[in-house]
């Protein structure tokens, strides 16, 4: 009885929550509006601009500065346990090695973000230029459009050679003069847009 009761008392407060706040939460009419809508594919920009080219080299050279050290630091342990050194001292050893390596890592980690994220800014500052001078009211990655897409390709307008002009007035379009693939109409592509 008592249950009953408490069910009550609970979905009259619920109903009358909601008749209150019901209206708040209403949805405005949809009203159409017309967008001017433009696309590029990051990865070509990407490979387009030395300097986000250079972000991806940099990241492969410290990538192998850390293997090559970690390969040397495995060797000077082997070689204090072969040389039967005191565990005291091999713990000691391991220990220095490691803290010299996560000292290495974050250093190259810092130089490798800062660099990346140097050349996504810039690749976004062209990109809102472009966009500015087009009047376009949205630009999407088409590198990062998991299934359809066909829409805003046979809709948009591609800004993919105008980006990399921006990057690079000097040298104009470096990436073979051709235009940007369409957007994939499945996962492939897998590209991150500038963040």
């Known amino acids: 009885m008592?249950?009953?009761i408490v069910t009550s008392?609970?979905?009259?407060?619920l109903l009358s929550m909601v008749a209150i706040t019901g209206p708040a939460f209403a949805q405005k009419a949809a009203t159409p509006t017309t967008v001017?809508?433009?696309?590029?594919?990051?990865?070509?920009?990407?490979?387009?601009?030395?300097e986000a080219a250079g972000s991806d080299s940099l990241r492969q050279q410290?990538?192998?500065?850390?293997?090559?050290?970690?390969?040397?630091?495995?060797?000077?342990?082997?070689q204090a346990q072969t040389d039967k050194k005191p565990k005291e001292e091999i713990e000691k050893l391991k220990n220095e090695l490691q803290?010299?390596?996560?000292g290495r890592l974050q250093a190259l980690s810092q130089?490798?973000?800062?660099?990346?994220?140097?050349?996504?800014q810039n690749i976004a500052q062209a990109l809102?230029?472009?966009?500015?001078?087009?009047?376009?009211?949205?630009?999407?990655?088409?590198?990062?459009?998991?299934?359809?897409?066909?829409?805003?390709?046979?809709?948009?307008?591609?800004?993919?050679?105008?980006?990399?002009?921006?990057l690079n007035p000097a040298r104009g379009l470096t990436g073979g003069g051709g235009s940007s693939a369409p957007a994939p109409k499945t996962g492939a592509?897998?590209?991150?847009?500038?963040q």
């Open 2 to 4: 008592k249950k009953q």
């Open 9 to 13: 008392i609970c979905s009259a407060l």
């Open 36 to 50: 001017k809508l433009g696309y590029y594919n990051y990865n070509m920009v990407k490979t387009s601009f030395p």
């Open 62 to 78: 410290a990538e192998s500065q850390l293997r090559a050290f970690q390969e040397d630091a495995n060797k000077r342990l082997q």
């Open 99 to 102: 803290a010299e390596y996560n």
């Open 111 to 120: 130089l490798v973000s800062t660099q990346v994220a140097i050349a996504n």
């Open 128 to 166: 809102n230029l472009v966009m500015k001078d087009k009047g376009l009211d949205l630009v999407v990655d088409t590198s990062t459009i998991l299934a359809g897409g066909d829409k805003l390709v046979n809709n948009g307008v591609d800004v993919t050679d105008e980006v990399v002009k921006k």
């Open 189 to 194: 592509g897998g590209g991150a847009a500038p």
